[in-house]
């Protein structure tokens, strides 16, 4: 177990995402647009990095019978701050995420993987496991924002992509769209790397 | 036991010392940033005006036409030479996802200088088309006066009105002319009122400042928000 793995496994072979099919709330209700999710990503980076740190530092001090509310606690506070920070430095974003920001604090990618690797492991490999699942959320949802948005609203980052002949297909944009976008980029995901349903 | 007392108060204490610090840091932009939001939608929405409509701000309880309850709603007077141009301030009206917050701004003429949509939650690419200025310029130059009223309210041409509505998307125009016929009522209603109190209003020594520096500028005027953030 190489420290380039515990970083790597997250983007591709463990996405969040795509493989667990974790944190699916954020991941149907944000992806309007592409930026959408760079900014829903990184904030579940930061919060994600921050607490696994925070939890594997602490992981010998903290007692198993209450490592759950204190894992709740470490990881809503780094949620209030990005969400306070976003809301000072980032403020029309923070009005497109809306709700979703203080929702991080339920996304169960940050709840199982500080319960399921930080609390176990050494710091450095913890915050590289956070940055690496990080990333692939990330990732994921600027895909699916990207795909949504190109065919929603002809437009990629806000920058138009197709010709003027080309009519947005609006369901792209509304929770339907959201579905079938995900669905797809599932089933795109397991004949690319190969795994069939079992 | 003891332990478990001890190590959860500790996380607690940590995280609300930590917490507080970060409040602490971004409490003044925040309040900066929706000073901001609210001044750039007035700006869009007034008349040309010199003085600090955000920081001179007017809270005015008002009856709503057929209502009996007052409501507090803010008042931003723009004033050119220390005379008022004219007077902007939010309303609501019901879309297709809910409210939606439009800031009205009107002359002393009660004729409307312009609309912002501020919040709403209507459908991306159908409804959610009421923000774009192409939609909103269509409400420019009208009044209770010049315009075809529908049961005494702007409409949409689908309701008999003379306001051009979206493409596939009647409901959230309709909310839209419904919230800044609300506000052109209560203008008409409190029109001298609103005046009054402008020209009395905050010390002298804040007209014509910088935005930021009159005496009010700590506060928050927000525009009222929809019940259900």
């Given amino acids: ?198 | 036991m003891g332990r478990l007392i001890i190590s959860l108060a500790v996380a607690c204490f940590a995280a609300a010392f930590g917490l507080a610090l970060v409040n602490a840091v971004t409490e003044a932009p925040i309040a900066e940033q929706r000073r901001l939001e609210v001044l750039r939608a007035v700006e869009e929405t007034l008349p040309p005006f010199d003085n600090d409509p955000v920081g001179e701000a007017l809270h005015m309880p008002v009856i709503p036409p057929g209502e009996e309850v007052p409501e507090t709603v803010t008042v931003y007077v723009g004033e050119r030479g220390e005379e008022p141009t004219g007077v902007a301030f939010a309303v609501k009206g019901e879309g297709y996802g809910g409210f939606i917050t439009v800031m009205l701004g009107v002359d002393l003429q009660g004729v409307i200088s312009g609309i912002q949509i501020l919040e709403h939650l209507e459908t991306p690419g159908l409804g959610a088309n009421i923000e774009k200025s192409s939609f909103t310029v269509r409400f420019k130059g009208k009044s209770l006066e010049n315009s075809r009223l529908v049961a005494g309210n702007l409409a949409v041409i689908n309701d008999g009105g003379d306001i051009d509505a979206l493409t596939g998307a009647t409901i959230s125009p309709r909310g839209v002319a419904a919230g800044v016929s609300w506000g052109l009522k209560i203008f008409s209603e409190y029109r001298g009122r609103i005046l009054e109190e402008a020209r009395e209003g905050p010390s002298p020594a804040s007209t014509g400042t910088e935005p930021g520096t009159g005496p009010d500028a700590g506060q928050e005027p927000i525009p009222v928000r929809g019940e259900d953030r």
Avoid: Q
Avoid at chain 1, 58 to 71: E, H, Q, T, Y
Avoid at chain 1, 93 to 117: D, Q, S, T, W
């Fill in chain 1, 1 to 198: 177990m190489s420290l380039w793995h515990e970083f790597n496994k997250g983007i591709v072979s463990r996405n969040p995402l795509l493989r667990l099919v974790l944190g699916m709330c954020p991941a149907l209700a944000v992806t309007t647009a592409a930026a959408n999710g760079v900014a829903m990503g990184l904030a579940a980076t930061f919060v994600l990095v921050c607490s696994n740190f925070v939890i594997a530092v602490f992981r010998k001090a903290i007692p198993p019978a209450v490592r759950i509310p204190i894992f709740i606690v470490v990881i809503a506070s780094f949620v209030t701050v990005i969400d306070l920070v976003m809301n000072a430095f980032a403020h029309e974003m923070h009005k497109v995420l809306g709700l979703f920001v203080p929702l991080i604090v339920v996304n169960c990618i940050i709840l199982g993987r500080a319960e399921a690797y930080a609390s176990r492991n050494p710091v450095l490999a913890s915050i590289l496991d956070g940055l690496g699942m990080g990333i692939g959320f990330t990732l994921a949802l600027v895909v699916l924002g990207g795909i949504r948005e190109m065919l929603g609203n002809g437009t990629i980052f806000g920058v138009s992509v197709v010709t003027a002949a080309y009519e947005p297909a609006i369901i792209m944009l509304l929770p339907p769209g959201a579905f079938l976008a995900l669905g797809l980029l599932l089933g795109a995901m397991n004949k690319l790397t190969g795994v069939e349903g079992s």
